[in-house]
C-alpha cells in the first residue's frame, strides 16, 4: 500500500514539475517572442514630428498633414488626425527617421528595427529556414497620399546600430548614417534596389615643397630621362593614399628657354607628368616663386594640372577672372574644401586685370569670408599656406597669428610649407572645443639646397572618419623623408630610417 502511495506520490510530483516547466517554457517563450530579451544597450526612442505633403515634393492641390509618432517600440503615421498605419506585428522599433534617402524629392519613412530572423520579405534560396533570433534591421516605406507603401525590408544590418542619424544636402547627397557600439559611424546610400555601406574613412599624405632647382631638372635633361625618378620610392605610398597632394614651389613650363633655378624659376613640363603619373590627386601652387615665369607660367601651370585631373590650388589662369577662392574635392561621400595661399610673391606684382592670379595671405576679413564660404560648401576644411622665417625650426608670430585665425574660423587642418625644414605639429583645440590638425611646415620634398635642415622633409598623414560629433581627424603623424644626391647627379628621395 504505502509502495503504491509512493508511486502516486512521484506521479504527482511528476505532473507537477512538468506543468511548472511547460509553464516557465511558455513564460520564457513569451518574453523571448516579446523582445525582453533584446540587448540592454539599447536606447529605445520616442519621436514626434509632422510635416504636409509639400515639404517633402510628394503632394498636388491641398496637401494633407502627415504626422509620425513613435512609442513604446511601435511606430504610428496619422494623416490629417487619422490613423493611417501602425509598424508591422512581431516589429519592435528603435528609431525612425522620414527624408528623401533615395533623392525623388519624395520623403521616404525609415524604420530602425529589431524583428526575429535575419531576413526581410525573402529570403535566400539557398537558407533554408531563418534563424528564431532577434536581428537588427532597417525598413523603407514610401508616403502615397494617405497611404504608406512597403519599399525595401532589409537582411540582418551585419552590426549593431545604437544610432541612426541623416545626412541631408541640396544635391542627391542623402546618406543614412549609422553608428556601432565602438561609436563608429557608417555612411549607407540608396543604390535603387538597397543600402550599400560606405567607406568613411579618407587617408591623405601631404609632400612639401617641390622644389625643382636647376641640378635637379639638368640631370634628367642631360641623361635624357623622365622625371618619374623623384617619385620612385614613394610611389606606392601616394597609391596607397586616397588623396595625396604636393606642394609644387615653381611653375611649369614647356618653354626650354624659359627654364630656369633659383632665384627665378622655370620648371620643365616633365616634372608635372611625373606628378601626373606618380597619381597625385592635387597640386598646392600658391607659393613665393609662382609668378616667377609672370602671368604665362601661372597660366600654363594651372591648365596644365587641370588637364591632367588634378585639383590645382591657390592660382588662377588669365581666364578666370571671377576670385575663386576655396576647391571641393570629394572622396568616399565627404566634401573636402581646399584652400591655398602664400604670403607673398617676391615682389613680383599681380596683373591688374588679374588679381586673383595668385592667391594671398593677406587681409583677415577677406580670409574670413573664404573659410566661411568653405564651410558652408563643404564638409571638412583643409588649409594650404606658404609663410614662415625660412631655415627655421619653430613657428614665427606671423605663423602663430595666422593659426590662430584659422582655429577661430573653425578650419580644420592646416598644413605649412616655405621654411625648408621641419617645424612642429599637432592637434589645437579652440575655447568652443573645436579641433584643428596644424603642421606649421613639413619642410621639402625635394630641392638642392644644401642647408642640413633642408635635406630632411616629411610626408604629413592623417585620416579624416566621420565620427559621431562629425568629420574629424581620427589619426595623423608625420614619416620623415631624407634627399640624397647620387653618383652622376641624380637626385632620390626615400623614407629616413635614421
Given at each position: 500500500?504505502?509502495?503504491?502511495?509512493?508511486?502516486?506520490?512521484?506521479?504527482?510530483?511528476?505532473?507537477?514539475?512538468?506543468?511548472?516547466?511547460?509553464?516557465?517554457?511558455?513564460?520564457?517563450?513569451?518574453?523571448?517572442?516579446?523582445?525582453?530579451?533584446?540587448?540592454?544597450?539599447?536606447?529605445?526612442?520616442?519621436?514626434?514630428?509632422?510635416?504636409?505633403?509639400?515639404?517633402?515634393?510628394?503632394?498636388?492641390?491641398?496637401?494633407?498633414?502627415?504626422?509620425?509618432?513613435?512609442?513604446?517600440?511601435?511606430?504610428?503615421?496619422?494623416?490629417?488626425?487619422?490613423?493611417?498605419?501602425?509598424?508591422?506585428?512581431?516589429?519592435?522599433?528603435?528609431?525612425?527617421?522620414?527624408?528623401?534617402?533615395?533623392?525623388?524629392?519624395?520623403?521616404?519613412?525609415?524604420?530602425?528595427?529589431?524583428?526575429?530572423?535575419?531576413?526581410?520579405?525573402?529570403?535566400?534560396?539557398?537558407?533554408?529556414?531563418?534563424?528564431?533570433?532577434?536581428?537588427?534591421?532597417?525598413?523603407?516605406?514610401?508616403?502615397?497620399?494617405?497611404?504608406?507603401?512597403?519599399?525595401?525590408?532589409?537582411?540582418?544590418?551585419?552590426?549593431?546600430?545604437?544610432?541612426?542619424?541623416?545626412?541631408?544636402?541640396?544635391?542627391?547627397?542623402?546618406?543614412?548614417?549609422?553608428?556601432?557600439?565602438?561609436?563608429?559611424?557608417?555612411?549607407?546610400?540608396?543604390?535603387?534596389?538597397?543600402?550599400?555601406?560606405?567607406?568613411?574613412?579618407?587617408?591623405?599624405?601631404?609632400?612639401?615643397?617641390?622644389?625643382?632647382?636647376?641640378?635637379?631638372?639638368r640631370y634628367a635633361l642631360r641623361s635624357d630621362t623622365s622625371f618619374g625618378f623623384l617619385f620612385h620610392n614613394l610611389k606606392?605610398?601616394?597609391?596607397?593614399?586616397?588623396?595625396?597632394?604636393?606642394?609644387?614651389?615653381?611653375?611649369?613650363?614647356?618653354?626650354?628657354?624659359?627654364?630656369?633655378?633659383?632665384?627665378?624659376?622655370?620648371?620643365?613640363?616633365?616634372?608635372?607628368?611625373?606628378?601626373?603619373?606618380?597619381?597625385?590627386?592635387?597640386?598646392?601652387?600658391?607659393?613665393?616663386?609662382?609668378?616667377?615665369?609672370?602671368?604665362?607660367?601661372?597660366?600654363?601651370?594651372?591648365?596644365?594640372?587641370?588637364?591632367?585631373?588634378?585639383?590645382?590650388?591657390?592660382?588662377?589662369?588669365?581666364?578666370?577672372?571671377?576670385?575663386?577662392?576655396?576647391?571641393?574635392?570629394?572622396?568616399?561621400?565627404?566634401?573636402?574644401?581646399?584652400?591655398?595661399?602664400?604670403?607673398?610673391?617676391?615682389?613680383?606684382?599681380?596683373?591688374?586685370?588679374?588679381?586673383?592670379?595668385?592667391?594671398?595671405?593677406?587681409?583677415?576679413?577677406?580670409?574670413?569670408?573664404?573659410?566661411?564660404?568653405?564651410?558652408?560648401?563643404?564638409?571638412?576644411?583643409?588649409?594650404?599656406?606658404?609663410?614662415?622665417?625660412?631655415?627655421?625650426?619653430?613657428?614665427?608670430?606671423?605663423?602663430?597669428?595666422?593659426?590662430?585665425?584659422?582655429?577661430?574660423?573653425?578650419?580644420?587642418?592646416?598644413?605649412?610649407?616655405?621654411?625648408?625644414?621641419?617645424?612642429?605639429?599637432?592637434?589645437?583645440?579652440?575655447?568652443?572645443?573645436?579641433?584643428?590638425?596644424?603642421?606649421?611646415?613639413?619642410?621639402?620634398?625635394?630641392?638642392?639646397?644644401?642647408?642640413?635642415?633642408?635635406?630632411?622633409?616629411?610626408?604629413?598623414?592623417?585620416?579624416?572618419?566621420?565620427?559621431?560629433?562629425?568629420?574629424?581627424?581620427?589619426?595623423?603623424?608625420?614619416?620623415?623623408?631624407?634627399?640624397?644626391?647620387?653618383?652622376?647627379?641624380?637626385?632620390?628621395?626615400?623614407?629616413?630610417?635614421?
Amino acid at each position: 500500500m504505502n509502495s503504491m502511495n509512493n508511486g502516486n506520490k512521484r506521479l504527482r510530483n511528476i505532473s507537477l514539475f512538468t506543468g511548472a516547466l511547460a509553464a516557465v517554457c511558455a513564460a520564457l517563450f513569451f518574453l523571448w517572442n516579446s523582445g525582453s530579451f533584446l540587448p540592454g544597450w539599447i536606447v529605445w526612442k520616442n519621436v514626434a514630428f509632422s510635416f504636409s505633403d509639400s515639404d517633402s515634393g510628394s503632394g498636388s492641390g491641398q496637401p494633407g498633414r502627415y504626422g509620425i509618432l513613435l512609442s513604446h517600440k511601435t511606430v504610428r503615421v496619422f494623416y490629417d488626425g487619422t490613423l493611417i498605419w501602425t509598424s508591422p506585428k512581431g516589429v519592435k522599433v528603435q528609431d525612425v527617421l522620414s527624408f528623401d534617402i533615395d533623392n525623388d524629392r519624395q520623403d521616404e519613412l525609415i524604420l530602425l528595427c529589431w524583428k526575429i530572423g535575419r531576413y526581410g520579405a525573402q529570403k535566400p534560396f539557398w537558407v533554408d529556414e531563418d534563424e528564431r533570433k532577434w536581428s537588427q534591421h532597417i525598413f523603407l516605406y514610401e508616403y502615397g497620399q494617405g497611404e504608406i507603401k512597403p519599399k525595401w525590408m532589409s537582411s540582418y544590418l551585419g552590426q549593431d546600430v545604437t544610432e541612426m542619424t541623416a545626412n541631408v544636402r541640396e544635391k542627391n547627397y542623402n546618406r543614412l548614417f549609422l553608428t556601432d557600439l565602438d561609436g563608429k559611424v557608417n555612411g549607407w546610400k540608396w543604390d535603387s534596389w538597397g543600402f550599400t555601406k560606405e567607406d568613411t574613412d579618407v587617408s591623405f599624405t601631404v609632400c612639401g615643397d617641390n622644389l625643382i632647382h636647376e641640378p635637379i631638372y639638368r640631370y634628367a635633361l642631360r641623361s635624357d630621362t623622365s622625371f618619374g625618378f623623384l617619385f620612385h620610392n614613394l610611389k606606392d605610398t601616394i597609391s596607397q593614399s586616397d588623396i595625396a597632394v604636393i606642394h609644387q614651389e615653381t611653375p611649369l613650363t614647356d618653354n626650354p628657354s624659359l627654364y630656369g633655378g633659383y632665384p627665378r624659376f622655370g620648371t620643365p613640363a616633365g616634372v608635372g607628368n611625373a606628378i601626373a603619373d606618380a597619381g597625385f590627386d592635387v597640386a598646392v601652387c600658391a607659393t613665393n616663386h609662382a609668378m616667377d615665369r609672370g602671368a604665362d607660367g601661372v597660366s600654363f601651370t594651372k591648365e596644365f594640372f587641370v588637364s591632367h585631373g588634378i585639383t590645382c590650388l591657390g592660382i588662377q589662369s588669365e581666364d578666370e577672372k571671377d576670385y575663386r577662392p576655396y576647391e571641393i574635392l570629394e572622396k568616399n561621400g565627404i566634401r573636402f574644401a581646399l584652400l591655398n595661399y602664400t604670403y607673398g610673391t617676391n615682389g613680383i606684382p599681380l596683373p591688374a586685370d588679374s588679381p586673383h592670379m595668385v592667391h594671398l595671405l593677406e587681409e583677415e576679413e577677406k580670409i574670413k569670408n573664404d573659410i566661411r564660404q568653405a564651410k558652408a560648401a563643404s564638409d571638412f576644411v583643409l588649409i594650404f599656406v606658404h609663410w614662415g622665417t625660412e631655415y627655421t625650426a619653430q613657428p614665427d608670430i606671423s605663423q602663430q597669428a595666422w593659426t590662430q585665425l584659422f582655429l577661430e574660423c573653425e578650419a580644420d587642418v592646416v598644413i605649412g610649407t616655405h621654411p625648408h625644414a621641419l617645424q612642429p605639429y599637432g592637434l589645437l583645440e579652440s575655447e568652443s572645443g573645436h579641433k584643428m590638425l596644424v603642421y606649421y611646415s613639413i619642410g621639402n620634398y625635394i630641392s638642392a639646397q644644401k642647408e642640413k635642415t633642408c635635406v630632411k622633409g616629411g610626408l604629413a598623414t592623417f585620416t579624416v572618419s566621420l565620427t559621431s560629433d562629425g568629420y574629424a581627424v581620427t589619426e595623423y603623424g608625420l614619416q620623415p623623408l631624407s634627399i640624397t644626391h647620387e653618383g652622376g647627379g641624380k637626385f632620390m628621395v626615400d623614407f629616413d630610417s635614421r
